[in-house]
């Protein structure tokens, strides 16, 4: 008897954790409804390839924190690189057991780039802090020329943050949105983005 329950106890395979979208499909509408307001009004903003008083009081503010942060606003925004939501996703669906839940973090890149390349970029074309405010800024890190108007790195965080949220108690949700966030202040740290240009990643990146 005691050989029995041993080796049928030794058999029982150990449970996988399983991973459940616990976010309902009815609120995406709203969603996307409030994303594409909040946009509209960031996008109207920038579109006049000029920023507001304030805003480079902003940047020059989060831009004179000192240099020892420099390596954690680095890894920060390390959640907004390309490959970000494509490694995230299929880590969340291995341990979920479930390789569909990867699809949205795979697709989310290719989508965030042919929308933000092919027409935003195209349409609104609004320099970088470095490029704008003059010389009293502190330069770190990669000098980009291209149009700040919307930030690839927010963006793509913001979008990475939501998609995880739909697999979190809503207890936990607040932290990759938190991590979102000070993504967008990174950049700011870096002289990479204007206050409405983070913004509108914020709200974007909700709406991907």
Same mark, same amino acid.
């Given at each position: 008897?005691?050989?029995?329950?041993?080796?049928?106890?030794?058999?029982?395979?150990?449970? !996988?954790? !399983?991973? /459940?979208?616990?976010?309902?499909?009815?609120?995406?509408?709203?969603?996307?409804?409030?994303?594409?307001?909040?946009?509209?009004? &960031?996008?109207?903003?920038? *579109?006049?390839?000029?920023?507001?008083?304030?805003?480079?009081?902003?940047? +020059?503010?989060?831009?004179?924190?000192?240099?020892?942060?420099?390596?954690?606003?680095?890894?920060?925004?390390?959640?907004?690189?390309?490959?970000?939501? *494509?490694?995230?996703?299929?880590?969340?669906?291995? +341990?979920?057991?479930?390789w569909g839940y990867a699809v949205p973090f795979v697709v989310l890149t290719p989508?965030?780039?042919?929308?933000?390349?092919?027409? %935003?970029?195209?349409?609104?074309? +609004?320099? /970088?802090?470095?490029?704008?405010?003059?010389?009293?800024?502190?330069?770190?890190g990669e000098i980009l020329e291209n149009s700040g108007f919307p930030s690839g790195?927010?963006?793509?965080?913001? &979008?990475?943050?939501?998609? %995880?949220?739909?697999?979190?108690?809503? +207890?936990?949700?607040?932290?990759?949105?938190?991590? &979102?966030?000070?993504?967008? %202040?990174? /950049?700011? @740290?870096?002289?990479?983005? @204007?206050?409405?240009?983070? &913004?509108?990643?914020?709200?974007?990146?909700?709406?991907?």
């Amino acid at each position: 008897m005691t050989t029995s329950n041993t080796t049928e106890s030794s058999t029982v395979a150990s449970p !996988r954790v !399983r991973v /459940r979208a616990a976010v309902s499909v009815r609120v995406l509408p709203v969603v996307l409804a409030v994303a594409a307001v909040l946009f509209g009004a &960031a996008a109207s903003v920038a *579109a006049t390839g000029e920023a507001a008083e304030w805003e480079g009081d902003v940047v +020059r503010f989060v831009n004179g924190w000192p240099d020892a942060l420099e390596p954690w606003f680095w890894t920060i925004q390390q959640a907004g690189m390309l490959a970000a939501p *494509a490694i995230g996703g299929l880590l969340l669906a291995w +341990r979920g057991g479930r390789w569909g839940y990867a699809v949205p973090f795979v697709v989310l890149t290719p989508l965030k780039l042919g929308i933000e390349w092919l027409v %935003i970029k195209q349409l609104i074309d +609004r320099g /970088r802090p470095w490029e704008t405010l003059g010389g009293d800024l502190v330069l770190r890190g990669e000098i980009l020329e291209n149009s700040g108007f919307p930030s690839g790195h927010a963006t793509t965080a913001v &979008a990475f943050a939501v998609l %995880i949220c739909a697999f979190l108690p809503l +207890r936990w949700r607040w932290v990759p949105l938190f991590w &979102a966030l000070w993504v967008g %202040i990174a /950049r700011l @740290y870096f002289c990479l983005l @204007y206050t409405s240009d983070a &913004a509108d990643d914020l709200v974007s990146g909700e709406g991907a």
